[in-house]
């Protein structure tokens, strides 16, 4: 069997999905594997997509996809955990839809579970991003439900984050005054031909205006002023302008040096992330269950302190000297 990454390179798309699957399972080989892609990726323009549950991502999502498949772009999509259980049975009519642009060959789309931790999420979907951007897939869209710490993790990976919010959804103004504002790049208010959507549009221009203060300090930089714009997916409109904001975002991001300046922060966290992991799983092979809970015992009734435990167990996995 030829390599699977060079069948990769070459385009074909099930030695992708096959690559997406061993990511996904945590193989060990597939770290050699993403290895060799790292050299190959980095030419993609990563996008977030996130808001409510229900607020129109998939929607829209869909709708980028068919304009930028005009446009002839070669689309990825990762959407992490798209069974929100609010939205019920929207879910399924939603998932054909995307169904439907899968038999594009020039679309490739891969949803993702959100099971396990936190850091494990965003490294897979991180290397999941590696290996479509390496496959030749520009843009990559991830989507990802809510405003919660796992999805912020998962924005990380994203250049440009799309913060999708839908008319009277009150509680969605709260959510993005609670930290989301900090990540959005372009506002997405969905649902135009919905009554209520102008007033959202307004909320958030509002908060945007008290933002830009905070945004505008460093005068020698290139400003970005953050768009917000409206779509009514389902009678096609406002798309193109999406589109056309990812792209001045990613020009703004090139000019401004922003690109490198983030792609090097990422660079740095994945490098201590993996180094952690490693140590992690050093001290999981060398103490047994029985072991952890009698340190911890110990420590909790104050026969012994922390700092000592953690020294005789940095020791064990060599990373002290004995003393
Ligand atoms: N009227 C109207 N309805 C829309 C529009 N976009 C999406 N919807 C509807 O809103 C519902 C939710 O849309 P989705 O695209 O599944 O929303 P989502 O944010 O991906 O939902 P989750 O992934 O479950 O969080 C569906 O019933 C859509 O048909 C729009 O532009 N106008
Ligand atoms: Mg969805």
Redesign the pocket.
Known sequence: MENIVERMLSGDRRALARMVTLIENEVPAARRYLAELHHHAGRAHIVGVT?A????????VTHLVRELRRRDAKVGVVAID?T?P??GG??LG?RIRMMELSGDPQVFIRSMASRGNLGGLAASTRDVVRAMDAAGYNPIII?T?GTGQAEVEVMRTAQSVLV?SAPGMGDDIQAIKAGILEIADIFVV?????PGADQTLAELAMLLSLDSTRRLHDKSLPYWRIPVLK????KDQGIPQVIDAMQQHYDYLVESGMLANRAQRQVRSEIQALVLHAVVNALKAKTTDDEWQKLVEDVTSRERDPYSVASELEERIGLRLPS
């Open positions: 808001g549950p229900g607020a129109g991502k998939s929607t829209l798209p929100s609010f939205t929207a879910i939603d989507e439900v999708v969905t649902k135009a031909d919905k779509t009514a997916a389902i």
